[in-house]
């Protein structure tokens, strides 16, 4: 990773002159600014996160006593299909898009991104794409209750509902397209002389790996749906077996996009993390060409176990051979991550600041959920857990610890940076503390209740698993109210504080940290000199 | 560079310019890149079947990420 650095000109220079905008709304619809879009791109994923998570509470309130209380069948289904729908496209990936703006160009040394216009354009598909998606609640029929996997024949069958949720992936998939071409680009052509691709700091590796994969499974997603599309309105029959279509074949492809997915949620968390560890530990990351190549390898691995997903379609025992022990080995590379991360903390003078807490978090329960990831890889398992709330467990601890954990270290970390304040530490601490706790107390019972049969998808259940639910939704409010203590230290960090020098952090090593607090409207418009 | 005999010494314009067209172009070829797979995935399974057509486009995108990634490890 670089680590000296020489600014041309000095980073005064680095602001002088170039802080002209507009100012008030124009200033946020108009901006080309990497900062600004970066800053649009995180509001509006953690706005997203409340309406899903508002979402997540109205279920696991319905699921607080066996039989129906608030709401209808159809409509937990829908609420079941929105808030994944809105957390994976909505919440996460256009955090981690926010974190990829704001930094990337910071820590390699570029001005901007590569293509400034085509990154505002990016952003604002995203929020008409999700009010397409939440109309779909207000429409005839309402949202479509296929989940957020759309399986055919139910996806063909649904109402208007489905047609919205369609055409906001597409607008939700163009704007991803347009974000990674935006990323790579930057990323190979405006890099600061002397810095190397080995010498580029983790995230933005990390972000680079995970914008070929979009680019790669973005428009094979784009075209299931619209073939779905096609046969639900222009007579087509791709996946309608009424029509000799094949609805399995739409598993395969939605899994061919879906599971690489998974790793495009989680990738910028490992880099995200591989800053954050090395700068609290005092010490380089461990391995970093290893880490490169651990990344590189669960990036290609990540296309061959598609249908791990799909053990129960009826696979011939050869494809069930092999996407077992493909998804078995993806653990090799990611046990490498887990190793290099605790060979970073090993002997290292590490202090325990809310982003290392939220890491330390990430690296237990990321790893809880990668264990009962390769349980389900076993085929006779998954057969038996199929469909059952251990599945929903196993997602939530790679998804929610695993991702969300990673964000709220990389936000703490970087607040001041964006900020120019330091943010209250110990109401950091206590929302670590929050979301740490009932995290478990939310997802750990669904472990036990997955294993006892309930299955997911249902809004009422036997009431042999009333316990284990109640518990399971105390844990999602305590959750969710947890995040409002979030949601109050950023905006009193962005209102004052105690002013935060330009490396607040002793340990942090990469470019960015070589600009004042808070970085300049535009950084670097001379490249710095990576020695 | 030289200009009417004379020696130039490469400007800063330049070196933004150069930048900016390879800019251009890798933001072309990925672009080209996406649109193969979209209307390539559609059209394979128009005129191919299911199992043909998961493996075209199954091995085109393998391929891609791994040349894509793979060639920048050299670097």
Redesign the interface.
């Known amino acids: 990773m670089s680590s000296i650095t020489q600014p041309i000109g000095g980073h005064g220079d680095a602001a002088g002159g170039h802080e002209h905008h507009p100012s008030g709304i124009m200033r946020w619809i108009t901006t080309t600014n990497h900062k600004d879009i970066g800053t649009m791109y995180l509001w509006f994923s953690f706005t997203m996160f409340l309406v899903g998570g508002v979402f997540a509470l109205t279920i696991r309130s319905e699921l607080f006593e066996p039989g129906m209380q608030i709401l209808r069948p159809e409509r937990f289904n829908q609420l079941i299909t929105l808030h994944g729908l809105i957390m994976i496209f909505g919440a996460l990936m256009p955090g981690a898009v926010g974190f990829a703006n704001w930094m990337i160009p910071m820590q390699i040394g570029a001005p901007d991104m590569?293509?400034a216009r085509m990154n505002n354009l990016s952003f604002w598909l995203l929020p008409p794409a999700a009010i397409m998606l939440l109309l779909g609640l207000f429409v005839p029929g309402g949202a479509p209750e296929t989940g957020w996997t759309l399986y055919p024949p139910l996806s063909i069958q649904q109402g208007m509902g489905m047609d919205l949720t369609i055409f906001a992936i597409h607008i939700m998939g163009a704007s991803s397209?347009m974000g990674?071409?935006?990323i790579?680009?930057?990323i190979?052509?405006?890099r600061a002389p002397g810095m190397?691709?080995?010498k580029m700091p983790l995230f933005c590796w990390s972000w680079?790996?995970t914008a070929?994969?979009l680019?790669?499974?973005?428009?094979?997603l784009?075209?299931?749906v619209?073939?779905l599309l096609t046969d639900r309105h222009f007579g087509t029959s791709?996946f309608d077996a009424a029509g000799g279509g094949?609805p399995v074949?739409f598993q395969?492809?939605f899994w061919?996009f879906g599971h690489p997915e998974v790793y495009i949620i989680i990738l910028p968390a490992f880099g995200l993390i591989s800053e954050v560890i090395p700068t609290f530990s005092r010490k380089p990351l461990f391995g970093y060409a290893s880490m490169?190549?651990a990344l590189?390898a669960i990036?290609?691995l990540s296309?061959?176990v598609w249908a791990h997903h799909m053990f129960t379609v009826g696979l011939p025992a050869a494809g069930i051979l092999f996407y077992m022990y493909a998804t078995m080995l993806i653990a090799v590379p990611t046990g490498v991550k887990v190793f290099n991360w605790l060979a970073t903390m090993w002997k290292g003078s590490i202090t325990l600041e809310a982003p290392m807490l939220f890491a330390l978090g990430f690296l237990f329960l990321f790893t809880t959920g990668g264990f009962t990831g390769l349980i389900l890889a076993i085929q006779p398992v998954d057969v038996q857990f199929q469909d059952t709330y251990y599945v929903v467990a196993h997602f939530h601890y790679v998804m929610v610890a695993g991702t969300l954990f990673a964000f709220f270290a990389a936000t703490y970390y970087w607040l001041p940076k964006w900020t120019g304040h330091m943010y209250n530490e110990t109401l950091a601490k206590w929302h670590f503390w929050g979301s740490f706790i009932f995290f478990n107390v939310a997802f750990f019972p669904m472990h036990f209740l997955g294993l006892a049969g309930m299955p997911r998808r249902i809004p009422d259940y036997a009431q042999q698993f009333t316990n284990w639910n109640q518990v399971s939704t105390v844990g999602a409010f305590g959750f969710g109210l947890s995040q409002l203590i979030l949601l109050y230290v950023v905006v009193m960090c962005i209102r004052g504080g105690k002013p935060a020098p330009a490396k607040p952090w002793e340990g942090a090593t990469s470019l960015e940290w070589t600009l004042p607090s808070p970085a300049p409207y535009h950084s670097f418009p001379t490249p710095p000199v990576v020695q | 560079m030289t200009t009417a005999g004379a020696v130039r010494v490469p400007q800063e314009d330049d070196f933004e310019a150069r930048?900016r067209a390879?800019?251009r172009r890798?933001?072309f070829g990925?672009?080209l890149?996406?649109?193969i797979?979209?209307?390539g995935?559609?059209a394979s399974?128009v005129w191919l079947s299911?199992d043909v057509s998961?493996g075209v486009?199954?091995a085109a995108?393998?391929v891609?990420?791994?040349v894509?990634?793979?060639r920048?490890?050299r670097?």
């Open positions: 590569a293509f397209i990674s071409i935006n790579i680009t930057t190979l052509n405006l190397t691709m080995m680079l790996i070929y994969l680019i790669a499974v973005m428009p094979v784009a075209g299931a619209t073939m791709f094949d074949l395969h492809v061919f490169v190549y590189c990036a290609i296309f061959l | 930048r390879a800019a890798t933001g990925l672009l890149v996406a649109l797979f979209f209307f995935f559609i399974r299911s998961m486009v199954g995108v393998v891609f990420v791994i894509a990634v793979g920048h490890l670097k």
